[in-house]
C-alpha cells in the first residue's frame, strides 16, 4: 500500500530527534506494549496483521500520534474486526456484550515469556521449491507495489540491484497480514548503488540492502 | 524533547490504553499478570547490553567473530539472546572501509533481543525517511563524521531479518577486560549512528 508508513527517501522531516533516547516515556505506553502483545494469542493476530492495522490509520493521525498509541489503535481495529468488541465498549472501557471464552483463551504469563524467549519459526520446509533468483544475478523489483501489506518500499520500486545472499524459504508478509500466510515465499538479501537510487547527490561506492520476498522481483 | 504533561494527544493516548485495558481484562482476553511479565521481561532482560556482550567477545575471540559474521544468528544465541524480532540475525562489521547503519523505513524492526525494544528517534519519521538517501548527513547530526574514502552501507530491515553492526574494536582493547570493554560499546554504535 502506498501509505505514509512507507518513509524510505521522503524529505522535509526535519532533524533526527537524537535526544528522544528512550524507549517508553510513559507507563501507559509499557500497558499498549504489552496489551498487544499477548492480545496477539488471544484474538489472536501476527505481527504482519498488526503492522497492516498501523499502515491503515489515517496518514495525519500516523504523523501525530505517538508510536505506542498507534500500537494501541492497531489492536483496536483487530478487536472490531473479529467482533469481539464494538466502539461503545473501546470508548467506555465496559462491557456490553460477552465473547465466546473458550475460543479465545488469555495467555498465561509464564508461556508468553517463554515464548518470547524462544522466539517465532518464520521459515518453511522447501519441499521441492526452486529458487527464481541467483547470487549475483541482476534484478529488478516490479515496479507496481500491492494495494494492501506489503514490504516492498516505494524507493526501490523499478530499480535494478544484484542479489547477494538467498535467505531461505520464509513466511510471505503480504499473505501473513490478511490471515492467509504462511505462503512461503524465497527472500533475499539484495544490493543497490545509493546513485542507482538517490542520484548524483548520492555518493559513488555507497550501497543500499534491502530484504525482498521473490513476489517483488523480476529478472533484469 | 521534554513531553508536555498537559498535552491534550498524549491524554487522549492515554485514556485510550486504560480503557483499553480495562475492557481486555473485563472480557477475559488478557490475564493482567502476563502484562506484568511482559514489560518486565523486556524493562530486565532484554536490552543493548545482551549486544555489547556480543561485541565484545567478537573483539576479543576470533574464532567467535568468524562464526558471528558467518552464522549470527547461531553465534548469538550461543550467549543465549534468543526471541522474538530475533529470530534470524545478520551481523554487519564495521572496518575503516565500510560503515554500515540499520533502519527499518516501513516501521521499527530491530534486533529486540540483543538490544531491547527501539528509542524514540529510530521509530521518527526524519530518521526512517533520511537514512536511506543521506545517510551521510544523518550521521553528521549525530557527530559522526566519515571520511569520503569510507563506503556506507545502509540495511533495511524490510523482512525478517534483523541487523547488528559489529563496531570497529578500539585501539587500546589489549588493556581492556572483557567487561570494560562491554561497557566501551554503545546501543548507537551497534545500530551504527555513533563510533564506539
Not at chain 1, 82 to 91: K, Y
Not at chain 2, 18 to 35: N, S, T, Y
Not at chain 2, 166 to 193: C, F, H, K, Y
Request: a negative charge; one cysteine or more.
Amino acid at each position: 500500500m502506498d501509505g505514509i508508513h512507507d518513509m524510505g527517501g521522503m524529505q522535509g522531516f526535519g532533524r533526527i530527534p537524537i535526544n528522544q533516547d528512550t524507549v517508553f516515556d510513559h507507563n501507559w505506553q509499557k500497558r499498549a506494549f504489552a496489551l498487544a502483545e499477548t492480545l496477539a494469542w488471544s484474538v489472536p493476530f501476527d505481527a504482519d496483521q498488526h503492522r497492516r492495522a498501523i499502515e491503515q490509520i489515517a496518514p495525519v493521525d500516523y504523523l501525530r500520534r505517538d508510536y505506542f498509541e498507534k500500537w494501541a489503535i492497531a489492536v483496536q481495529t483487530l478487536l472490531l474486526d473479529a467482533g469481539l468488541v464494538d466502539e461503545e465498549e473501546l470508548r467506555s472501557g465496559r462491557v456490553k456484550f460477552p465473547i465466546p471464552q473458550d475460543e479465545h483463551p488469555p495467555v498465561p504469563a509464564e508461556t508468553l515469556v517463554q515464548a518470547t524467549r524462544a522466539g517465532a519459526q518464520m521459515t518453511c520446509p522447501e519441499t521441492g521449491s526452486v529458487p527464481a533468483f541467483a547470487v549475483d544475478q541482476a534484478v529488478r523489483v516490479r515496479p507496481h507495489g500491492a494495494a494492501g501489506h506489503t514490504r516492498v518500499p516505494r524507493y526501490v520500486r523499478g530499480h535494478i540491484g544484484r542479489v547477494v545472499s538467498n535467505l531461505g524459504f520464509f513466511q510471505f508478509a503480504d499473505a501473513m497480514a490478511v490471515g492467509k500466510g504462511p505462503a512461503p515465499q524465497f527472500c533475499y538479501t539484495v544490493e543497490f548503488e545509493a546513485r542507482t537510487l538517490w542520484g548524483e547527490d548520492a555518493q559513488a561506492d555507497d550501497t543500499m540492502f534491502l530484504d525482498l520476498w521473490e513476489p517483488y522481483l523480476e529478472s533484469a | 524533547m521534554p513531553h508536555d504533561d498537559h498535552d491534550p494527544l498524549e491524554q487522549g493516548a492515554a485514556l485510550r490504553v486504560r480503557a483499553l485495558e480495562e475492557l481486555m481484562v473485563a472480557k477475559g482476553l488478557v490475564d493482567p499478570a502476563a502484562l506484568d511479565a511482559i514489560v518486565e521481561y523486556y524493562e530486565r532482560d532484554v536490552g543493548p547490553r545482551n549486544g555489547a556482550a556480543v561485541v565484545a567477545k567478537a573483539w576479543t575471540d576470533p574464532e567467535y567473530k568468524g562464526w558471528l559474521l558467518r552464522d549470527g544468528t547461531a553465534a548469538i544465541a550461543s550467549l543465549g539472546f534468543t526471541g522474538f524480532q530475533g529470530e534470524h540475525m545478520r551481523v554487519v562489521e564495521n572496518t575503516p572501509d565500510v560503515h554500515n547503519v540499520i533502519v527499518c523505513t516501513l516501521c521499527s524492526c530491530y534486533p529486540w533481543p540483543v538490544l531491547g525494544l527501539p528509542p524514540t528517534w529510530y521509530k521518527s519519521a526524519a530518521y526512517r525517511s533520511r537514512v536511506v538517501r543521506e545517510p551521510r548527513v544523518v550521521l553528521e547530526e549525530f557527530g559522526l563524521t566519515l571520511p569520503e574514502e569510507t563506503r556506507v552501507q545502509v540495511w533495511d530491515s524490510t523482512a525478517e531479518i534483523r541487523y547488528l553492526v559489529l563496531p570497529q574494536r578500539p585501539s587500546d582493547w589489549q588493556e581492556l577486560s572483557a567487561e570494560d570493554l562491554a561497557e566501551r560499546v554503545t546501543r548507537n554504535g551497534m545500530i551504527g549512528t555513533a563510533a564506539v
